[in-house]
Each structure stands twice: as structure tokens, then as C-alpha cells.
């Protein structure tokens, strides 16, 4: 009697007919091999072409070597590679069944058909290269939520338990990985590049109920955010083929991209001249929301912004209006610099956005793109700022700028406290003032040092508590 192949066996998609020449197509024998094992391996410096996507499941572990690229065929226009909740539509059931469904699945269209179920668990995938090939795929702006080719690389839903490690990513149409509803997961040494710019070729962008993570090790390039935690954008509406927007589409259909992100550490990011390093956006509720759904952002950690960015290193942002809310988030250990011209400041807090407990350390910053290096304009109930140093070079013009600008017309700051603050003069280049309050309640200033004209520049009318202790004012007003 034959024995039987057990799944947890070793499997090689060459055993499955796979050619690892770049031109056969290798996608139903990699398939197949990854429902017939748990550990599949991947071995030489090949190219495996697919023309579908690769769909991997609960318990297997994807293990590549270094050199070996698994390549998306041209014109294929998917993901290259997902799990099984991924790439579907998922609806609020209070917001029924969509008319634009008949665009992709006439003539009927059930919606008991599209209902998530238990996550997928342990997924494992280590080395290798995933080529996009993204100039010769074709992207379906047209689409809605996630029902069309957008032009992510690997796309994961629902899981709970990923490793993805020492993986390099190339030639994303926009986002290089996009993970929604994952938990419990692991990203260490990722490496992205590409050949051709394009819009929104976001490395890292994590959706609605991602939380217990951590980003370790993050480099490359790519032409929007290194790293998104991005919850609450997803249910904008997407035009049709005919460029017009259904009645029905500004709601929230797609419920796993919606929701509160939490517990997430991130370290080491480094880009070449890159855009940005993290994007922060937390979600709020709207009417069409579904009832379940859970809203804000909480317990983030910022720990090592390294290399040049266009853009700047945070935003913490308030993108589609209403006000976004955010627990605990601490920043640390941000040595980037920008490339002149950058467009913000290097650590920015928009308007509309609403900080519990904001912690920012360890921030060394030359200023000699843009003349603010942090700007925190939306409302803060905490700020502890510490071991910052800011030099200034003598090709930015300070005249009238302030340092650090904290609070707007719109949002309050009730407690700052900042200790061991350094911010320097280089020659005539010297800033207005060290601070720039509107809003401001209670601050509190120790062991720092002001080479600037001015301590503190109000703005609006504004009156605040002021405590100082052991403070070097060179230029103090």
C-alpha cells in the first residue's frame, strides 16, 4: 500500500512540473504544490513567471533563497500574491447589497455569498524577490474597494499570526504588501525598490484591525509612505469605467480596511531620497459604518527614522476631514534628513487630529530644507518632548519661524513639558523663536537651551502657564 504524502512534508513546485526559467508559467504547480504542504521550498537564483495569483493558506510556510524572484507575468493585472479572504468584497449588511456589483458579477449577485469567516493562521514566508513588473500591468482605477487590480504586490486579510522576513519587494504598481483585519504578526528586513515612478507606491500599508505588530527594518525606496497605518480612507468612492460614481459607493462596503489600529511597534526605516517614512491616519465612524466597527488609533511606536525622505519622516494626519483621535504614540530616534525642497515639516501632526499622549525623543534634525522641523497643529491632552537637538543651516531663511510651532485656532494643547531641548544658531541664520503657541494651556520648559531671538511666540490670543527650570536663553526677548 502507497504511503500516504502528508502536508506537513517538505513540497518543491518543481516536483509539480514548475520551470524556473522566466518564461514558463509556473502559477498552477506552486499552487498546487502550497495546498499539498506546509513548507515549500524554493531554492537557486531562478525566475518563476505566474500569470495569477498565488494564493497561500493557514500553516504554510513559504521559504525562499536570497536570490530567487517569483515575477507577475505581463499583463496578468492581479495581486501576485494573497490569502483567501483577500481580493473579495466584504459588506456592512446595513448598507445591503451594492448596485455596482453588477459590473462584475451579473446576472445575480447574492449577498450571503460575501461573508468573512474564521482567520486564516500561522503564515510564514521568508527570502526571496517579488517582481511586480508593474510597467507592463495595468491598473483598474475603475474598480471599487477591493474588487479590482489596484496594483498591490501581496495583498493579506484576516489573519492572525504572519512572519514575513528578509523579503524583497520590486516594481509594486502602488502598494509593494497592503494588510487588513492581521494580527499577531512579525515584518522584519523588507527591502522595496522600483524602476519607474508612479503615484501612491506605498511600501508598507496596513488597514482597519491590524494590531500586535512588529515593522523591523524597512528599506528601499518608494514614492509615497514607507509604512502606512492607515484606517480610515478605504471608503471613499471609486469611479466606474465610465468615470462616474454610483449613488451607492460613498459608503462603507469593504468593513475589514475600516477600524482601530493598535499595539504596533515599528523601527529602522531607512530610505534614499525617499517620500516619506510613516504615515499615522486613525478612522472615524461614520453614518454608513457598520455597527461593529471600532475606530481610533492606540499604542504606536516610532523607534528609528533614518536615510533622506522628499516629504518628511511623521504625519500624523487627519486626511477626509473629521476629527481623527489618537491614544499613545511615541516617537524616538529620528536622524533623517530632507531633500531640498521637502514639502512639511519633518514631524508634523495636521489639523483635525486629537493626541492623547504624544511622546517625541531622541530628535536630532539639521534644518536646512524646511524651516519648521516640527509642527504639531491639531489638539494634544499630553506632550512630553526630550532629547531634542535642532541645528540650523545658513541657507534657510528663519526670519519670522519658530522651531517648533504647537496648536492652531482650531484644537487645544493642555500639558507640554520639555526637557533638554537644543535648538542652535549658524551665523546670521537664527530662528525668531524657539516656540510657537496657539492654544496652549501649561508649559513646562527644564534643562534646555535657545539660541534664538525670541522663547516664546504667541499667536492668536492665548494666554498659558508658564514653568521654567535650569534654561539657557542666548536671545531670549
Known sequence: MAKKKMKNQVGDPLDFGALYDGITDCTLAINE?????????????????????????????????PGFTIKLASGSNCVL????????????????????MSELYPPVFEHGDWIMGESEKNIKITGGIFDGNGVNQQRQDWRYGSMGYYGVLLLFVNIDGLELSNVKMKNAVT???????????????????????????????????????????????????????????????????GNAILSQADKVWYPFAQGKIFN?????????????????????????????????MDNIVIDGIYGSYKVNAVLISSHIGNLKKYGNITIRNIRNTQTFPARMS??????????????????HHKTDAFPVPLELLGGIENLIMRDVLIDVSDAVDLKGRAAVEIGSAESSCRRL??????????????????????NVVKIKVSNSSFDCDAFIQVKGENTYELHEMNNDFKKKA
Open 33 to 65: 504544490c502550497i495546498q499539498k504542504h506546509d513548507h515549500i521550498i524554493f531554492r537557486g537564483s531562478g525566475i518563476a513567471l505566474v500569470s495569477n495569483s498565488l494564493v497561500i493558506r493557514s500553516g504554510v510556510w513559504l521559504d525562499f533563497d
Open 81 to 100: 500574491l494573497k490569502n483567501k479572504w483577500a481580493e473579495s468584497a466584504y459588506f456592512a449588511a446595513k448598507n445591503g447589497t451594492p448596485e455596482f
Open 175 to 241: 502598494y509593494n504588501a497592503q494588510f487588513d483585519m492581521v494580527r499577531n504578526f512579525r515584518i522584519t528586513n523588507i527591502n522595496m525598490t522600483y524602476d519607474i515612478a508612479r503615484p501612491n507606491i506605498d511600501g508598507l500599508h496596513f488597514g482597519g484591525g491590524c494590531c500586535y505588530g512588529v515593522i523591523d527594518g524597512v528599506t528601499g525606496k518608494t514614492y509615497d509612505d514607507m509604512v502606512a497605518l492607515n484606517g480610515g480612507d478605504s471608503w471613499r468612492p471609486k469611479a466606474t469605467n
Open 264 to 296: 504596533i511597534e515599528i523601527r529602522s526605516i531607512m530610505a534614499d531620497d525617499g517620500y516619506r517614512a510613516v504615515r499615522l491616519l486613525s478612522n472615524v465612524k461614520v453614518p454608513s459604518s457598520p455597527e461593529d466597527e471600532t475606530e481610533g
Open 346 to 363: 519633518n514631524i508634523r501632526a495636521e489639523p483635525l487630529t486629537y493626541v492623547d499622549n504624544l511622546i517625541i525623543s531622541d530628535y
Open 417 to 438: 513639558f520639555f526637557d533638554n531641548i537644543s535648538i542652535n544658531a549658524s551665523g546670521s541664520s537664527r530662528y525668531s523663536a524657539a516656540f510657537a503657541l496657539t
